[in-house]
């Protein structure tokens, strides 16, 4: 059974960045796609940034286009999403998941990170 463990979050100053990173174990990863999503508080979780697997397509929110960057390290087993330019409304925690290409979407959850940034 696949597991995602993310780490990388932290506070951080407004302008500042931070690398998440998720690492998948278990057996073989070899996932359709994974993504990044984050949930602030009181707010419902939504879609940060995307990755395929196997060519590395990505696919990003609106609110983060051109500050954050999802890559992947399939030698490693592991994605990342580098933030940079943060804002406070980047604040949450943030999750990778993981779309193994069986038909139910993102199944595969990791733990989050917790991501604070200080106006």
């Known amino acids: 059974q696949v597991q995602l463990v993310e780490s990388g979050g932290g506070l951080v100053q407004t302008g500042g960045s931070l690398r998440l990173s998720c690492a998948a174990s278990?057996?073989?990863?070899?996932?359709?796609?994974t993504g990044w999503f984050r949930q602030a508080p009181g707010r419902e979780r939504e879609f940060v940034a995307r990755?395929?697997?196997?060519?590395?397509?990505?696919y990003y929110a609106d609110s983060v286009k051109g500050r954050f960057t999802i890559f992947r390290d399939k030698a490693k087993n592991t994605v990342y999403l580098q933030m940079n330019s943060l804002k406070p409304e980047d604040t949450a925690v943030y999750y990778c998941?993981?779309?193994?290409?069986?038909?139910?979407?993102?199944?595969?959850w990791g733990q989050g990170t917790q991501v604070t940034v200080s106006s």
């Open positions: 998941a993981a779309d193994l290409g069986n038909g139910l979407g993102f199944s595969t």
């Open positions: 278990g057996r073989t990863f070899s996932p359709y796609r």
């Open positions: 990755i395929t697997w196997s060519g590395g397509t990505t």
